[in-house]
């Protein structure tokens, strides 16, 4: 599962991985709090800034989980955070 987003200071575009960090945590489906788990990225990749792009890019390798629900976190370096929700199929 690609994972792709753009993080602004104002009207600056922040392109520096260390100001990002990631987190996921298996959730109920029907809630928003969980259990943090591990997450772990695809082929050996890892989060990186795409300059071609203008994207944050991390390759989530989602557990095989069917029907279990995972909330992702990006937090940066000020303490900013916003979550995603996935269910698994």
Same mark, same amino acid.
């Given at each position: 599962?690609?994972?792709?987003?753009?993080?602004?200071?104002?009207?600056?575009?922040?392109?520096?991985? *260390?100001?990002?960090?990631? *987190?996921?945590?298996?959730?109920?489906?029907?809630?928003?709090?969980?259990?943090?788990?591990?997450?772990? *990225?695809?082929?050996?990749?890892?989060?990186?800034?795409?300059?071609?792009?203008?994207?944050?890019?991390?390759?989530?390798?989602?557990?095989?989980?069917?029907?279990?629900?995972?909330?992702?976190?990006?937090?940066?370096?000020?303490? *900013?955070?916003?979550?995603?929700?996935?269910?698994?199929?």
């Amino acid at each position: 599962m690609p994972l792709k987003f753009e993080v602004f200071a104002g009207p600056t575009e922040l392109t520096d991985t *260390s100001i990002v960090s990631l *987190s996921a945590a298996r959730v109920t489906c029907t809630a928003d709090e969980g259990d943090p788990i591990d997450l772990v *990225s695809t082929g050996g990749t890892s989060l990186r800034y795409d300059s071609v792009a203008g994207q944050y890019i991390f390759n989530w390798q989602t557990p095989r989980a069917p029907g279990q629900c995972y909330r992702i976190t990006l937090t940066t370096q000020d303490s *900013s955070s916003i979550s995603a929700f996935f269910k698994l199929k």
